[in-house]
């Protein structure tokens, strides 16, 4: 009975995370365009979009190989798991054993290794372009996203989020300088990794600047709908990491009862709220950067992560 | 439960080697201005913290020092010099700022070695940690006069490294008063001293790029 309950739970979670995605990146959208003073399209847009392109018939370029067919739900589930291994609104759950940070990593980066390839496959000048520079990104961004989770694992003794979450909430962190100079190395991270303004824009398609759509650009039909999916998870999952790690206050305990569940679960949606709302107002309000200054951009998150780290080494082997 | 003091002496002294990368990091002359006054500030924070914690009355006038000469007056006196000259471009770097940044990791990391290993007999951790990151400091400040062409960021270095050997004063218990006013008062000197010759520099060859002096001794055609 246990066991079954418990198995509930986890899948309760994977398909809580697949079915608030896309509304995250509606709000998203919604924001930023009521922002900018227009009215923009409803929040529950990017859920017709993929139910549209469900429908819609695949067109296949003549030379597409099977890597091309394949990608897109090898992207699509890499990302799942990895968003689905993301504490949301309990820890403890069935497989959160296998919920290790280095593995989420790990996730994310076969999902971008096989995005870079069917951006390759095709063999057009945008979709080279778009996975060359998304490789450039991808070599800071990695790195740095390592070192934060090195710096995380050294304060919370743990790689493993559950660990990782418990040991914030038991108030035993006090006053950290590495503990912010993580978070704001993971935004930075999370910013170039889900090509979001002053990295990419994820609205435009005009060739100079556009790194992910390029990748994309030959994708349609049920294949698109995958990588949109995808991306609006990976999305969710950021902003659950960040919630998860630096504010995980409402997140039930394991073995908790049904209130505290619907509890977290009201928290997790009024974090990932804020999260959208305070993506969409940074992206309002800065300038799309040029390709080549990205990597000083990220060269800062690296190098807070680095020096989160040695400071860390300092304050405990003092 | 927390040792509260070792973590905010933790947080200030650390937030300044942050802020040391951000100078180095930063390539526009008025944020770099501003980004030293911040340094600054913090430093006035950490000194008054030390103070606070320590009992020890005179690092009162130290942090009032920082606060009032270099977190407001040298800034300001920077700023009105860099409008006279009219230099408000962007900062020539020697090398670009993601080298400059390992650099500095490194710097960082062989001081805080380096550091930790000398003062292995010293009990107090905050002024083992104080130290570590004081030399960090002054060697991060050396390292940003090395890197930049401009005469005016090569102040602002040099300024940054005088806040590190600040910080190592008052993290080591009985420093002299008097040595600190002295230091605090020969920068200041210092400061108009370089003030006039960035003037003389800019007379002579029209711009603060230090490269030109190489050419003008014959060390560059």
Wanted: hydrophobic residues 60%; charged residues 15%; glycine residues 8%.
């Amino acid at each position: 009975m246990e066991l079954i309950q418990n198995l509930v739970l986890q899948g309760v979670q994977m398909l809580v995370v697949l079915v608030l995605a896309p509304g995250l990146t509606g709000l998203v959208r919604k924001v930023k365009a009521r922002l900018t003073r227009r009215q923009g399209a409803p929040i529950l847009q990017p859920y017709r979009d993929l139910a549209r392109l469900m429908r819609k018939e695949v067109v296949l370029a003549e030379n597409a190989s099977w890597l091309f067919r394949v990608s897109p739900y090898l992207i699509f589930a890499a990302t799942w798991v990895a968003a689905a291994l993301v504490p949301t609104f309990a820890v403890g759950l069935v497989f959160s054993w296998t919920a290790d940070l280095i593995a989420i990593v790990a996730l994310l980066g076969s999902a971008r290794f096989f995005l870079a390839l069917a951006g390759m496959d095709v063999g057009t000048s945008f979709g080279d372009i778009g996975s060359s520079r998304e490789m450039m990104i991808g070599a800071i961004a990695e790195p740095a996203m390592l070192l934060t989770v090195f710096s995380v694992a050294l304060i919370a003794g743990s790689t493993q989020l559950s660990n990782v979450v418990g040991f914030m909430t038991s108030g035993e962190i006090g006053i950290r300088v590495s503990a912010g100079m993580a978070l704001v190395a993971l935004v930075i991270v999370a910013i170039a990794e889900n090509a979001r303004i002053p990295v990419d824009n994820p609205a435009t398609h005009l060739e100079l600047t556009m790194v992910h759509e390029a990748m994309v650009l030959e994708y349609s039909g049920r294949h698109l709908a995958m990588i949109e999916l995808a991306s609006s998870l990976k999305l969710l999952l950021y902003v659950a990491l960040i919630g998860c790690i630096f504010v995980p206050w409402g997140i039930a305990a394991p073995g908790a009862g049904f209130a505290d569940l619907v509890v977290g679960l009201a928290s997790f949606l009024v974090k990932l709220a804020l999260g959208g709302t305070m993506l969409a107002v940074f992206e309002t309000s800065i300038a799309k950067m040029r390709v080549f200054r990205v990597p000083e951009f990220l060269g800062a998150a690296l190098m807070l992560g680095l020096l989160g780290t040695l400071l860390l080494f300092v304050s405990r082997s003092l | 439960m927390h040792d509260y003091a070792f973590d905010i002496a933790h947080l200030l002294a650390s937030s300044l080697v942050l802020v040391s990368f951000m100078l180095i990091y930063q390539d526009r002359i008025y944020a770099l201005l501003n980004v030293f006054a911040l340094q600054a500030l913090l430093l006035a924070f950490a000194v008054a913290w030390q103070a606070w914690i320590q009992g020890a009355h005179h690092l009162y006038v130290s942090a009032a020092i920082a606060l009032i000469f270099k977190a407001m007056i040298v800034p300001w006196a920077l700023h009105r010099m860099v409008q006279r000259l009219g230099i408000q471009r962007e900062v020539e770097t020697v090398v670009g700022v993601v080298p400059t940044m390992l650099v500095g990791m490194g710097l960082v990391a062989l001081s805080v070695l380096l550091m930790l290993q000398l003062t292995e007999a010293a009990e107090s951790a905050i002024a083992r940690e104080d130290l570590a990151f004081s030399l960090s400091v002054i060697l991060l400040g050396m390292l940003m006069m090395v890197t930049r062409r401009n005469a005016v960021s090569q102040v602002v270095g040099f300024m940054s490294l005088e806040n590190g050997l600040i910080l190592a004063a008052t993290g080591a218990q009985g420093m002299p008063f008097v040595v600190e006013i002295s230091v605090a008062f020969s920068v200041l000197i210092a400061m108009i001293v370089i003030g006039v010759f960035l003037f003389r520099i800019r007379e002579r060859f029209d711009t603060v790029d230090v490269e030109v002096l190489d050419q003008y001794r014959g060390e560059r055609q």
